[in-house]
């Protein structure tokens, strides 16, 4: 089992492809990526993390980080099927998850740190840099389908501590 995508990013837990570079984002996700297939994305760098309290900006309560990584790295997320973007020469993607399944449980996103001990997600600040459990699956809903990535768990490997900018100053 390889521990390299095809394009020298990080991505761990998955076969060699055997694809050409070429070949269409599809063919790289159903060969690389088996579908149901947790996968470990290792040094990013998380901007406006929203894991202790939902955001809800679509109807549907979620948890939300942007993840940013180089320009070379770009394919793995393609081979992730994220929404990728580009911004001032990085890589830059959101990964989300419910905050309830279909259930209605809560459904928070774990968070360690370097050394695997829980915890608080609060102290995580813009530029933190973490590794991602993420885990992507096909769904099929209303005769549509497609191909989904949410984050199950992140491992905070240098932290940068948010510290809550406060330009006022006390009024007597």
């Known amino acids: 089992m390889s521990k390299h995508p095809p394009h020298g990013g990080c991505l761990v837990g998955y076969d060699s492809p055997t694809t050409d570079e070429t ?29 202790v309290t939902p955001v809800n900006p679509f109807g549907k309560d979620i948890f939300d ?41 809560a ?5 360690v740190d370097a050394n695997l001990k829980p915890m608080d997600a609060k102290l995580i600040g813009n530029g933190s840099t973490a590794n991602l459990k993420l885990y992507t699956y096909a769904w099929t809903n209303n005769g549509r389908s497609g191909i989904k990535t949410i984050m199950t ?20």
């Open 107 to 111: 459904t928070p996103v774990m968070v």
């Open 23 to 51: 070949e269409s984002q599809t063919t790289l996700i159903n060969e690389v990526l088996p579908m149901n297939k947790a996968t470990i994305v290792k040094d990013v760098t998380i901007n406006y993390p929203k894991l």
């Open 153 to 172: 768990a992140i491992q905070v490997t240098k932290l940068v501590e948010y510290v809550a900018d406060m330009d006022f100053t006390a009024v007597e």
């Open 65 to 105: 980080l942007q993840i940013e990584v180089p320009a070379e790295r770009m394919e793995e997320f393609k081979a992730l099927d994220l929404k990728i973007r580009e911004e001032n020469g990085k890589t830059v993607a959101n990964v989300t998850r419910n905050a309830k399944n279909a259930k209605g449980d």
